[in-house]
Every structure is written in structure tokens, then in C-alpha cells.
């Protein structure tokens, strides 16, 4: 049985509002919520998150450079972001901090493939911290939404399973 992601019929608008909004540029961003069970997954808010890759974010970019904590490889940094997304950790942390205060937990991660289908690239395969939540993927072409299919791995080297989306 395919574990199950039900969404606000308002929060699955916003959502697919913010993906068409960011085209022709990759978007990505937080889903919170409450696990009901092993099974089922409730989303019930959608937070958009900046992309450090992009050029006004260069300031930031550098910083996190220097520290050392930038994994993604030097030649994919510096291509403006358009199919590479950066999350600022920071950002992160005080988005689910905030979450946490309205009593939801991060339920998972979503992004927009810009005239790519709703599946999981290689790049997204390779990634790590992905297992144990929902990874959706919004397929947008010509600005239009087209599809969205949401992605679930136990462990980081499992491969992705489908999930069943429900909007209500
Ligand atoms: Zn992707």
C-alpha cells in the first residue's frame, strides 16, 4: 500500500501558485504538517525557501562557502541556480522553529522540475537527508503547472516509491 499525502485543498493551490510563479527557475521549499500514521501524511502549510545559488544571495553564498559547509560541487555552484537549488540552513531551522510554534512538524521537501516530468533526477537521487519524508516534485511547463508526484525512501539508498497524493 503506498503511503499517502493529504494536502489542504488551499495549501495544494498555494503550491502549485508558488511553482508556476518561480518558472523558468527551479523552486523548492518545506512541507509541514502531521504524520497521522506509517501510512498517512497530513500537509497543511507550504513555505517557500530562497535558493542561496541565486545571484542576490551572493553575500550568503560566500559565507557558508567559507565555512566549509557547501557540498555541491564547484561547477555546479556558480550557474545562477536556475536547475540547482542551495537551502540556507539557517533559513531552514527558523522556518521549522516557526512551524513548531503552530504545533506542525516538517512532514518533508518540495521542488519544481521547469519542463522536466515529476520524477526524481539523478541528482535528486544522489542526494542526501532525503529518506523518512515526502519528497515531492512538481512538474511545471511553459509556466503551466503539469503534474505533481510525490517520492518516499526508508533509507538514503533505498529507491524512491511513489506516494498517493489526495487533496481535500
Ligand atoms: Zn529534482
Aim: hydrophobic letters at 35%; glycine letters at 6%; one cysteine or more.
Amino acid at each position: 500500500m503506498a503511503r499517502k499525502l493529504i494536502f489542504d485543498r488551499k495549501e495544494w493551490d498555494k503550491l502549485k501558485n508558488l511553482c508556476e510563479k518561480g518558472y523558468p527557475k527551479e523552486v523548492c521549499g518545506l512541507l509541514f504538517g502531521k504524520v497521522l500514521n506509517e501510512q498517512k501524511v497530513k500537509v497543511t502549510k507550504c513555505e517557500i525557501l530562497e535558493n542561496i545559488l541565486d545571484e542576490k544571495h551572493s553575500p550568503r553564498l560566500k559565507e557558508l562557502l567559507a565555512a566549509g559547509v557547501v557540498t555541491l560541487p564547484k561547477e555546479r555552484i556558480f550557474k545562477g541556480g536556475s536547475y540547482e537549488f542551495l537551502i540556507d540552513p539557517k533559513e531552514h531551522f527558523s522556518k521549522i522553529a516557526l512551524a513548531e510554534k503552530e504545533g506542525l512538524e516538517q512532514v518533508g521537501l518540495f521542488h519544481s522540475h521547469p519542463d522536466h516530468p515529476a520524477k526524481p533526477s539523478a541528482i535528486d537521487a544522489s542526494q542526501p537527508y532525503l529518506a523518512g519524508w515526502s519528497n515531492l516534485i512538481v512538474a511545471v511547463y511553459q509556466r503551466q503547472f503539469k503534474e505533481a508526484c510525490s517520492w518516499f525512501r526508508e533509507k538514503e539508498d533505498s529507491p524512491f516509491q511513489p506516494e498517493e497524493i489526495l487533496v481535500e
